[in-house]
């Protein structure tokens, strides 16, 4: 269950939505620390970014939203606290970032995203910092030294997992800014590793609360494995295409 920070009559805050909001101001703040090594002025970058921001928030919550609406058919007026669930749909946010940022930066939209492709592992570590305080991503049992106690039992800390990915992400993604071969390659790069990560970590998840749908694949397991199979083929098509076309990282 969640840790509920603040509690004010039915008016609950928790600690999962709280370090979601965090999460979000850790990654603008690197982005605008990041911004000038792409030439690019700091106020333009923070207003993209909290452009990309509120739609992907809209696009993430839209799409939590429909995929548990049973949850919510009950009382519709919950589909808009974000603060006393947290819920969200990754892929769903990722999605309604892009259309944000393609909206506000239609000339150089894919180098945008590159940009922001390591403050959003960045904030994507934090974010998992609070779903494993909040117990999210309930692990399946098990006895290993790492195990974290959840629901009555010692699992597997899948959020841990997670951070820990997050982290390696960010540190591939800063390392291969300096020799970006072709514009999109970052965003690519994270796309692949994180829905790779997110495909394996599943595995760790309690089937009694994420069940199999596809064979023996969970929902997220299947949209991760498609994310990162066609960000992974993309990176290959553009890197052989750059290859053949000789250009280079700075090329928009």
Avoid at 40 to 49: F, H
Avoid at 230 to 252: E, K, Y
């Amino acid at each position: 269950m969640e840790v509920a920070w603040l509690q004010l009559g039915n008016f609950r805050v928790s600690a999962y939505g709280v370090l979601l909001l965090v999460a979000f101001a850790v990654g603008v703040v690197r982005l605008a620390v990041t911004a000038p090594r792409a030439s690019l002025p700091t106020g333009e970058a923070v207003d993209a970014a909290l452009t990309a921001l509120l739609a992907g928030l809209v696009g993430a919550r839209l799409v939590h939203v429909v995929a548990h609406w049973p949850h919510y058919a009950a009382e519709p007026l919950r589909t808009v606290a974000l603060w006393q669930d947290g819920g969200l749909s990754f892929y769903g946010g990722l999605a309604g970032g892009a259309v944000g940022v393609w909206a506000v930066r239609r000339q150089d939209w894919v180098g945008f995203l590159d940009l922001c492709a390591a403050p959003l592992a960045l904030g994507y570590a934090v974010g998992a910092v609070g779903a494993l305080w909040a117990g999210v991503f309930l692990g399946r049992p098990t006895d290993l030294p790492w195990a974290v106690e959840a629901a009555g039992a010692l699992r597997h800390p899948v959020a841990g997992y997670l951070l820990v990915a997050a982290v390696a992400i960010y540190r591939l993604l800063e390392r291969l800014h300096a020799t970006r071969r072709f514009v999109g390659q970052l965003a690519l790069t994270f796309l692949a590793v994180h829905g790779a990560s997110r495909f394996a970590a599943d595995f760790f998840v309690d089937p009694q609360v994420a069940p199999p749908v596809f064979g023996p694949l969970t929902v997220a397991q299947a949209a991760a494995l498609a994310v990162a199979a066609s960000a992974t083929a993309a990176l290959v098509w553009a890197g052989r295409r750059s290859a053949r076309l000789g250009t280079h990282g700075d090329t928009d």
